[in-house]
Structure formats: structure tokens, C-alpha cells
């Protein structure tokens, strides 16, 4: 079951002053940054609220930290802003299966690591509407401290 919106990734061409944006704008203070090198990117959660499950709703801003990142291949071709939506699940590898099962495309064999010691996966843009789409299983309390 996907019981939340885990986060909206958002793409920027500098962290900082885009932190500084929601910062300034609407309060959202950073909850975690780190660098990604699988990914490609240097990443700051900003908390909006908990959910139901246990879980809570962040943005993911996104800058990339190499030429040939999916994040920087898609900000030369499209500019700033909203690059996928991320729902959180108990148990990634079944949602990704039961998904796989039903003809949508899914980027990875097995999930791997995502933010703050979560596992992803994603879903292709063209089997979704257009949307990047990524599944996230968040780390159990005690790891996502590490
Ligand atoms: C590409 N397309 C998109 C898109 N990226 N459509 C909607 N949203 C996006 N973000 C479209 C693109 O316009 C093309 O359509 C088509 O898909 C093929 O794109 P491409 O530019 O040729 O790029 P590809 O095929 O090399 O790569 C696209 C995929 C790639 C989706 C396969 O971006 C990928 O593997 N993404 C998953 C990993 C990722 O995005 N990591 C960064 C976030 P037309 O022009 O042919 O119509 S990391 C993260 O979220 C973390 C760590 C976390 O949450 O913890
Ligand atoms: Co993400």
C-alpha cells in the first residue's frame, strides 16, 4: 500500500539559494541534507508535516553535482522545478513488484539507497502520465541517524 506523498523533488541549479527561498518564504526549515554520488546529487529535505503512517511529507530540493546526472541532463532540457513525486510505502520491494506486474516500467531490479537511509525506486515518466514517479521505504528510527 502507498500510504503517504514522501516527498516532491524539486530541481535547482543552486541549493543554497533555493533553501534560502523556502526559507524566506514560507518557514520550511532544512530536516537533512546530504550528497548522493550514486545519484548525482546534493539534496536538502525540508519537513512539512508528519502523516498517518508513521511517516511524514518533505520537499527534496535537488541540485546535481555532476554533468551527466539524471538532474542536470533534465535542468538543461527543462529548466527549474518539479522533477518527480515520491510515495512512501511499508515495503518497497512489494509495491515495486505488484507495479512491475502491471506493465509499468520500474528503473531498478532491487531499490537502492535514497535519502537519509531510505531504499527507492522509480518508475519510468513515460509509463506515468509524464511523471517521474519514486517509491520510498523510509529507514527504521535508529539507522536514519547514522
Ligand atoms: C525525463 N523525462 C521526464 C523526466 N525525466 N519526464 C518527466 N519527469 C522527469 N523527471 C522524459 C524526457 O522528457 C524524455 O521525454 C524521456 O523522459 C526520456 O528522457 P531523457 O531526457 O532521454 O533521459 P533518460 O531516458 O536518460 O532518463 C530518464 C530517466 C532518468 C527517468 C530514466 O531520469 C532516471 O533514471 N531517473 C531516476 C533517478 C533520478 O531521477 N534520480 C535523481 C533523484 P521525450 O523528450 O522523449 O518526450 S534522486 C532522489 O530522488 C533521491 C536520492 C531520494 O529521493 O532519496
Ligand atoms: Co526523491
Not at 541549479?13 to 532544512?30: I, M, N, P, Q, S
Not at 546526472?69 to 512512501?88: Q, R
Request: proline content about 3%; hydrophobic content about 35%; overall charge negative.
Amino acid at each position: 500500500m502507498l500510504t503517504r506523498i514522501d516527498h516532491i523533488g524539486i530541481a535547482c541549479f543552486d541549493l543554497d539559494k533555493t533553501v534560502e527561498f523556502y526559507r524566506a518564504t514560507y518557514g520550511f526549515e532544512v530536516f537533512h541534507s546530504e550528497v548522493n554520488e550514486e545519484q548525482g546529487v546534493r539534496e536538502a529535505m525540508l519537513k512539512i508535516n508528519d502523516t498517518s503512517d508513521g511517516g511524514a511529507s518533505y520537499l527534496q530540493l535537488l541540485e546535481p553535482t555532476r554533468e551527466d546526472s539524471t538532474v542536470a541532463k533534465w535542468l538543461a532540457k527543462n529548466g527549474e522545478g518539479v522533477h518527480h513525486i515520491a510515495f512512501g510505502t511499508a515495503d518497497v520491494d512489494a509495491e515495486a513488484a505488484d507495479i512491475r506486474g502491471k506493465g509499468v516500467r520500474v528503473l531498478y531490479e532491487e531499490p537502492r539507497r535514497g535519502s537519509m537511509g531510505s531504499r527507492i525506486t522509480f518508475l519510468h515518466p513515460k509509463d506515468c502520465h509524464g511523471v517521474l514517479t519514486e517509491l520510498v521505504t523510509s529507514a527504521p528510527v535508529e539507522s536514519s541517524e547514522h
